[in-house]
């Protein structure tokens, strides 16, 4: 398998950007503040329309944890059929029980309306209580993917999982490495644990121009005042390069 560099982009913007940088992919989302959320139907229909690389959904209705009520459920089911039928590549989705096992039903459910689109389980799995039962469930369900961190902060952190989880998988599912990500960690990480796929947020924080008058502040925690996260194409940039020169025999 080649190695594949995904851009998490959350706004058509960075979707450019993203593509422009060299990606392969890019998860198109939105609320990446709240740690990514479905994009709108407008953003995904342009994307696929004026992009050439290949476009994953996120389908996550709200943040917080992935334990969905009935209602819940019934929109994600319709947001992965939109999905399928606008023409996107795949759809990143994930549900888990209150007690951090898979809740198994909904996991079939949404691969069955995935139909035919590549289907990746998303960093539920960094919360599960069972990863590597977890992993053969996915595999057993035909999932595609898995982004994980290694139930870790970071990647990094996260690697000694991440390097179990990809011997255990021995090739019948991808395993892609997210969160903490920089250019400097994609050679490390990938020697380090055998992942061949990197989920790469490559964001900056764009600020209002001065001067600026607004009363209000509209952003999460952690940002300036009214400063919001895009991607940087100079690192999107600076990841493909780093993972060009990335020199590992196939396993």
């Not at 999982?161 to 903490?180: E, K, P």
């Amino acid at each position: 398998m080649d190695l594949l560099l995904e851009i998490c982009t959350p706004s058509l913007r960075s979707a450019f950007a993203a593509e422009h940088g060299g990606a392969d992919r890019i998860e198109l989302c939105s609320g990446l503040e709240m740690g990514g959320l479905t994009p709108g139907p407008a953003t995904l229909q342009m994307a696929l329309e004026h992009l050439r690389l290949n476009v994953a959904v996120l389908i996550r209705p709200r943040g917080g944890d992935f334990i969905y009520n009935t209602i819940e459920k019934q929109l994600i089911l319709k947001e992965i059929e939109y999905c399928r039928n606008a023409g996107a590549d795949g759809v990143v989705v994930g549900a888990l029980m209150a007690n951090g096992l898979l809740d198994e039903s909904f996991a079939r459910e949404m691969k069955d309306a995935a139909g035919p689109l590549e289907i990746c389980f998303h960093r539920a799995f960094d919360q599960a209580t069972e990863p590597l039962t977890l992993l053969e469930q996915l595999i057993e369900l035909n999932y595609d993917r898995i982004l994980t961190s290694g139930q870790q902060p970071t990647a990094w952190e996260g690697r000694a999982l991440l390097r179990d989880l990809v011997h255990q998988a021995r090739g019948r599912i991808v395993l892609m490495a997210g969160s903490g990500i920089h250019p400097e960690l994609v050679a490390p990480l990938i020697h380090d644990t055998g992942i061949r796929q990197v989920h790469y947020s490559a964001k900056n924080t764009i600020l209002p121009p001065a001067p600026h008058h607004a009363k209000l502040s509209f952003s999460a925690p952690g940002l300036p005042p009214d400063g919001y996260w895009e991607t940087d194409e100079v690192l999107v940039k600076k990841a493909r390069r780093a993972l060009e020169l990335v020199k590992r025999p196939l396993p």
